[in-house]
């Protein structure tokens, strides 16, 4: 069974950075894609970065140039480095792994807020 548990949410000032991490197990990082989502108050979760299994990043453009993702495989752990944070980045983190043989799994989120 998959469990992905996320950290490292928080609140910051407009411009701060954070860092993300999210432990997994029941699935390999070297093996499953895995990605962060994000869904804002009133608002459909949308894609922020996702990592596929051969390394292959896609990420949203609203985040470019400002997020990245990584993974460390012997941690089994994913990353979101989040620097030049705006307050329209404020919202509920998901981690998410799309292709394990039970399906779509998420983790139970983590808060961003940023304040102007």
């Known amino acids: 069974q998959v469990r992905l548990v996320e950290s490292g949410g928080g609140s910051v000032q407009a411009g701060g950075s954070l860092r993300l991490s999210c432990a997994a197990s029941?699935?390999?990082?070297?093996?499953?894609?895995m990605g962060w989502y994000r869904q804002a108050a009133g608002k459909e979760r949308e894609l922020v970065a996702i990592?596929?299994?051969?390394?292959?990043?896609t990420d949203s453009d609203s985040v470019e140039g400002r997020f990245t993702i990584s993974g460390d495989s012997a941690r089994n752990t994913l990353f979101l480095q989040m620097n030049s944070l705006k307050p329209d980045d404020t919202a509920v983190y998901f981690c998410?792994?799309?292709?394990?043989?039970?399906?779509?799994?998420w983790g139970q989120g983590t808060q961003v807020t940023v304040s102007s």
């Open positions: 029941g699935i390999s990082l070297g093996v499953n894609t």
């Open positions: 990592r596929n299994r051969g390394g292959t990043i």
């Open positions: 998410t792994a799309p292709d394990t043989k039970w399906g779509t799994c």
